[in-house]
Every structure is written in C-alpha cells, then in structure tokens.
C-alpha cells in the first residue's frame, strides 16, 4: 500500500485505488493466524493493577447531543478534569467554549467533523476542521462517508479522509467507521482506506448509527491497524461504553482510546465503589 498523507491543499480522488480484497476479506472471515496482541496486554495489565486515573487517562469524556447547552459543556468539562480523562469530544461549534473551559488543566479538547453522519462534501468537512483546529481542537474525529463506501468509491473515501488529514495540520485524525452498518468485510475494507490516508486511529461508532461499539469488530479494526499502519496506528471504542468491564474488555480486543459520557462511574467502578459520590454527582 503505497499512500502519502499529508496532501496537497486541493485533493483530487484517484482515479483507482487498490483494495486487497483477498487479504481484508480472509482477515475479516479470521481465515489468517492472528498475531500477539502487542502492546495491548501491557495496558490491560495496567488497568487491572491500577486505580480509576489510569482508565480516565484511556477516555474521551464525551458530550455530542446538539440540544447541549454551554452550561453543559462547561459540566462535562469540569467533569472531566475531576476524573482525570484524556480528552472532552465536543461538537465543533463549541470547541472555543471548552477551551477556555479546560484553561489551566491537562485535558484537552477535541472535534467532532461531519457529524454524525459524513454524508455531507469533502470541503464542509475540511472547512469544519481548518476551524475546529483554529478554535483549539487537539484532535478531530471525522466520520467517513459510508454512502460511499457501500458504493465501492473507493478512492472518494479516501480522498476526504486524506483531506480532512491534511486539514487538520497535524492534529491526530481519528476516523469514525460506524461500524453498526458495515458488514465485517466493510469494516476491513474502511480500516485499510483510513490507515491509507493517514489516519491515526480507527473509531467505531458514532452513537448515533445503531449499535456502538462490538469488541470483535475492534479486534478486526486492530488488526488491520497493526498489519498496514506500521505501529503508528490506534484504536479507538465508542458507543454504549458504560462500565469498566466492557473498557476492560475493549482494550483486551485492541482499543486504547474509548469515548464514553459516563466516564464518572466507570471511573468509579475501576476504584471499587471508592469513588461513589463522584459518579453520582453532576450528572448530565
């Protein structure tokens, strides 16, 4: 697989993109033997052992209903320093309100882009991230489009991630599959495009598309995450995350980032029931 990414600023579909059928069809059907799961049993090990900061640090606390109000976003944010998360997943517009609301901390905010549907052009999108990226965004989650995807435009999928990728400037891109309505080939076969146009991680779901997050369609995202992204490649669960079994469980097939709006309790659960009253208050 021969791709470059960053790209020019105006990118052009391919005429043609090669897809190895055979071999994302013999993944997805696990017809091939499956490598070691490397790195991912150090950090499931770590979670086992550790407290509820070290599964905060795996999380996106997330916040994408569009009826949220500013007070709301300020909530989920504060939230959010208090457990400790990686990130908060906003929706774009709000971007520049969370930053000011993380001011001070170690948090950071990130976008979502064509959400939640990516059905819109490939310049909404990249100019949904030249702004996102503006306003503070540290990384941008974009949704592919899956329209054409079942098409087998191929190389249009491509193109707008490869164009939201360069738009983002440098900005982790994370490509949201919804994977609820993709067969296990077209999982495969999306996973292989993203890590082609130079996405660093996979996600799974928007919340919004059906089921969320399945651990064997993470184990096969994974999968081609490590065969064709040369290491650099990640993960990411989300959709129906709500305790620290099933985070647990998501890292065990591959994940390490997992979005999740009840980040308090699962946080919660990790320290035993010691951090009750935390997941009790505030919630939204």
Not at 46 to 61: K, R
Request: with cysteine.
């Amino acid at each position: 697989m021969t791709f470059q990414a960053p790209l020019p600023a105006h990118v052009a579909a391919p005429s043609t993109l090669d897809v190895d059928i055979g071999s994302l069809t013999a993944l997805a059907l696990h017809t091939q033997p499956l490598p070691a799961l490397y790195p991912v049993p150090v950090l499931l090990q770590a979670l086992v052992s550790g407290s509820g900061s070290a599964v905060a640090a795996l999380i996106d606390h997330t916040l994408l209903a569009p009826s949220s109000s500013l007070s709301a976003i300020d909530a989920v944010c504060a939230d959010a320093v208090a457990c400790g998360a990686k990130t908060v997943c906003v929706n774009s517009s709000v971007v520049s309100h969370a930053v000011q609301a993380l001011k001070g901390s170690a948090v950071s905010p990130i976008a979502v882009v064509g959400f939640p549907f990516g059905a819109g052009n490939t310049a909404g999108k990249v100019a949904e991230t030249v702004q996102a990226v503006k306003d503070g965004a540290k990384e941008i989650d974009m949704v592919q489009n899956i329209g054409l995807l079942k098409s087998g435009l191929y190389a249009a999928v491509w193109a707008d991630i490869a164009s939201v990728v360069h738009a983002a400037a440098g900005s982790p891109v994370k490509v949201i599959l919804e994977t609820a309505q993709l067969t296990p080939l077209e999982i495969a076969i999306s996973s292989y495009i993203a890590v082609g146009a130079g996405a660093r991680f996979l996600k799974t779901s928007t919340g919004y598309g059906g089921c969320g997050a399945k651990a064997e369609d993470v184990r096969l995202m994974y999968e081609i995450a490590q065969r064709y992204g040369n290491g650099k490649v990640e993960v990411k669960a989300s959709g129906g995350i709500r305790s620290f079994e099933t985070v647990k469980t998501m890292v065990a097939h591959g994940a390490t980032r997992v979005g999740a709006s009840g980040t308090k309790a699962i946080v919660a659960e990790a320290n035993g029931g010691e951090a009750s009253q935390l997941a009790a208050a505030g919630s939204y």
